[in-house]
């Protein structure tokens, strides 16, 4: 491979990488999904093993992985959860519950959750219980890339970095040097 054949490889791994990391940045998960992501966490934890995919393990007539399942009728005849109302959902009580015998998890499964997990689970119903669907299965969307701040950058992902910069009162260095930046080139082709 020539000289001009490593510096074409080299723009197009560079270009690549800015344009997966802008739509990295792009699709930074809101507070809302975080919750639902440490809820399923926690669920998928400590929950599945008797509410979970398997049909000969599974107590109560419901599945906590499956959404069409939990906000059905169990077998109690109550609802386990009722998205926007963590007091009217089964789960939210049985899981605060001071009777050991309705306490979920059992005593004997390990003990009960947290306080901050109850809190994860209680703030996850009241935003309305909804799992979130994992990344691989998204379809994908093109970001909207923001405005910049200035016009000395030029990449799609500066204008994510400025942004991000922006509510951390943070701001760029200014641009290498030509010679400086034909070294990184250099050192990132060579080793």
């Not at 890339?145 to 500066?158: A, F, G, H």
């Not at 400025?162 to 260095?173: E, I, P, Q, V, Y």
């Given at each position: 491979?020539?000289?001009?054949?490593l510096a074409?490889c080299?723009?197009l791994?560079v270009?690549?990488?800015?344009?997966?990391g802008a739509?990295?940045?792009?699709?930074a998960?809101?507070i809302?999904?975080?919750?639902?992501?440490k809820?399923?966490?926690?669920?998928?934890?400590?929950?599945?093993a008797?509410?979970?995919?398997d049909?000969?393990?599974r107590e109560g007539?419901f599945?906590?992985?499956?959404?069409?399942?939990f906000?059905?009728?169990?077998?109690?005849?109550?609802a386990p959860?009722?998205?926007g109302?963590p007091?009217?959902?089964e789960?939210?009580?049985r899981?605060?519950?001071?009777?050991?015998?309705m306490l979920?998890?059992?005593p004997?499964?390990?003990?009960?959750?947290?306080?901050?997990?109850?809190e994860?689970i209680?703030r996850?119903i009241?935003?309305?219980?909804?799992l979130p669907?994992?990344?691989s299965?998204?379809?994908?969307?093109?970001?909207?890339?923001?405005e910049t701040?200035?016009?000395?950058?030029?990449s799609p992902i500066?204008a994510?970095v400025?942004?991000?910069h922006?509510?951390?009162?943070?701001k760029f260095n200014?641009?290498a040097?030509?010679e400086?930046?034909?070294?990184?080139?250099?050192l990132?082709?060579?080793g």
């Amino acid at each position: 491979m020539n000289a001009r054949q490593l510096a074409i490889c080299a723009v197009l791994w560079v270009s690549s990488q800015t344009w997966f990391g802008a739509r990295a940045l792009a699709q930074a998960p809101s507070i809302d999904a975080d919750i639902a992501v440490k809820a399923r966490a926690i669920l998928s934890n400590r929950c599945f093993a008797c509410h979970g995919p398997d049909e000969e393990s599974r107590e109560g007539g419901f599945r906590l992985d499956d959404p069409n399942s939990f906000l059905a009728e169990a077998d109690s005849g109550d609802a386990p959860i009722v998205p926007g109302a963590p007091e009217g959902s089964e789960l939210f009580a049985r899981i605060r519950s001071d009777d050991e015998s309705m306490l979920m998890p059992p005593p004997d499964f390990g003990g009960s959750l947290t306080s901050e997990e109850v809190e994860v689970i209680r703030r996850w119903i009241q935003n309305g219980a909804e799992l979130p669907t994992h990344w691989s299965f998204q379809q994908i969307q093109t970001p909207t890339i923001p405005e910049t701040l200035s016009e000395i950058y030029t990449s799609p992902i500066d204008a994510f970095v400025s942004r991000a910069h922006s509510t951390r009162g943070l701001k760029f260095n200014a641009p290498a040097k030509r010679e400086y930046m034909l070294r990184r080139l250099s050192l990132d082709l060579i080793g």
